[in-house]
């Protein structure tokens, strides 16, 4: 049973950064691309950011191109989201998914709020 756990989020002020995290079972991890998606409030789920499965592939929404950095570690079955010079409109729920066996799979999210 595939299985996303993500950590990390939290308030923080413009300019700041984050790193979420995202645990993950079920699946051999190593085998599958991981993507972390957002959600802000009355907007639709958008893609944030991809990485391939030996993580020498990334792509990002242009919206944070430059600013957020994915990366995964195989060895411990977790990927990340580096969230830098953080803005109000980032804050959203965020979730890491994977496409698995003909199904995405989401986590239950994490909330990040940029406010001052």
């Known amino acids: 049973q595939v299985h996303l756990v993500e950590s990390g989020g939290g308030l923080v002020q413009p300019g700041g950064s984050l790193r979420l995290s995202c645990a993950a079972s079920?699946?051999?991890?190593?085998?599958?691309?991981m993507s972390w998606y957002r959600q802000a409030p009355g907007k639709e789920r958008e893609l944030v950011a991809l990485?391939?499965?030996?993580?020498?592939?990334?792509n990002y929404a242009d919206s944070v191109k430059g600013r957020f950095t994915i990366s995964r570690d195989n060895a411990n079955k977790t990927a990340y989201l580096q969230m830098t010079s953080l803005k109000p409109e980032d804050t959203a729920v965020y979730y890491c998914?994977?496409?698995?066996?003909?199904?995405?799979?989401w986590g239950q999210g994490t909330q990040v709020t940029v406010s001052s």
């Open positions: 998914s994977v496409f698995y066996s003909g199904s995405r799979y």
């Open positions: 079920g699946f051999t991890f190593s085998r599958y691309g």
């Open positions: 990485i391939t499965s030996t993580g020498g592939g990334t």
